[in-house]
C-alpha cells in the first residue's frame, strides 16, 4: 500500500502569489490533516478534515484554506503568501477522526516564498 | 492550550549505547495521549511509540521505551542499543482525548520543538 503522498515536493513562489498543495492519504483513511512545519520548529496544526468536513481549524490567517474531495484527498490552499510562510508543510492521515492510533505523515512539500 | 517543551535541542550517543531524550508538557486535562515521533532527513514524521495517559504501563516499542510520570507532566524516550540508523529528529506529541467539536483542538497534534539526535559510530 502507498503511503501518504504530497505533491509538489518542492516549491518556489514569490510573494502574493497563490498556491495549492496536495495530498493523498492512505487507501480507506477519511482523515486528513495540515500541518506547517518552519525551520527549527515542531509542526504547527493548520486543519484537520473528516469525510470531507473540516473538523479543526488551528491559529493560521483567512489566507489558508482547504477542502477534501470525495476521494478523501485534500488540498490546502494559500492566498497572497508571505515569505513567512516558507516551510515545510505536512499532510497526515488517519483511520478515523481522532486517530486513536496516531497519524501517518508524508514527506511534505518544501514552500519557499521568495 | 496544551504546551510541548523538549528542553535538549540536541543530544548524541554512542552506537549500542543507550539514549534518553526529555519531553515535559502542560495540560489541564486528565485524559490524553502522548505521542514520539522520528523525523529524519527524509522528511517524513515516522511515529515511534504512543501512550495512553490512562495507561500505568509505560509503552515500549522494541529498542524504544518511555517513562510517563503523569503528576510530573513528564514524557521521555529511551532508545537501547542506539544504532545509526536512529539519527534523526525526535518530536513529542500531545494530543487530547476529549470527544466532540471544541474548537477544533481536540483533533490536532500538538508539538515540541524536537531534539536532534546524532549517533556516533
Known amino acids: 500500500d502507498a503511503g501518504v503522498t504530497q505533491s509538489p515536493t518542492h516549491l518556489i513562489k514569490t510573494r502574493g502569489q497563490h498556491v495549492t498543495l496536495r495530498c493523498s492519504p492512505i487507501s480507506g483513511h477519511k482523515s486528513v490533516s495540515w500541518y506547517q512545519q518552519v525551520l527549527g520548529q515542531g509542526p504547527q496544526f493548520i486543519f484537520q478534515?473528516?469525510?470531507?468536513?473540516?473538523?479543526g481549524r488551528g491559529n493560521f490567517p483567512d489566507r489558508f484554506s482547504a477542502r477534501q474531495f470525495p476521494n478523501y484527498s485534500s488540498e490546502l490552499n494559500v492566498n497572497a503568501l508571505l515569505l513567512g510562510d516558507s516551510a515545510l508543510y505536512l499532510c497526515?492521515?488517519?483511520?478515523?477522526?481522532?486517530?486513536?492510533?496516531?497519524?501517518?505523515f508524508g514527506s511534505g512539500t518544501r514552500l519557499t516564498v521568495v | 492550550a496544551q504546551t510541548v517543551t523538549q528542553s535538549q535541542p540536541e543530544m548524541s550517543v554512542q552506537e549500542a549505547e543507550t539514549v534518553t531524550l526529555s519531553c515535559t508538557y502542560d495540560?489541564?486535562?486528565?485524559?490524553?495521549?502522548l505521542f514520539w515521533y522520528k523525523q529524519p532527513p527524509s522528511r517524513q514524521m515516522i511515529l515511534v511509540i504512543r501512550?495512553?495517559?490512562?495507561?500505568?504501563q509505560n509503552a515500549t516499542e522494541n529498542r524504544f521505551s518511555v517513562n510517563f510520570q503523569k503528576a510530573a507532566k513528564s514524557f521521555s524516550l529511551k532508545i537501547s542499543d542506539s544504532q545509526l540508523g536512529d539519527a534523526a529528529m525526535y518530536f513529542c506529541a500531545y494530543r487530547s482525548a476529549l470527544m466532540g467539536d471544541s474548537g477544533g483542538s481536540n483533533y490536532k497534534l500538538t508539538f515540541g520543538k524536537g531534539t536532534l539526535l546524532t549517533v556516533n559510530p
Open positions: 495540560t489541564s486535562e486528565s485524559d490524553y495521549y
Open positions: 497526515a492521515s488517519s483511520l478515523e477522526s481522532i486517530g486513536y492510533g496516531g497519524y501517518t
Open positions: 478534515y473528516y469525510e470531507k468536513e473540516e473538523r
Open positions: 501512550q495512553e495517559a490512562y495507561k500505568q
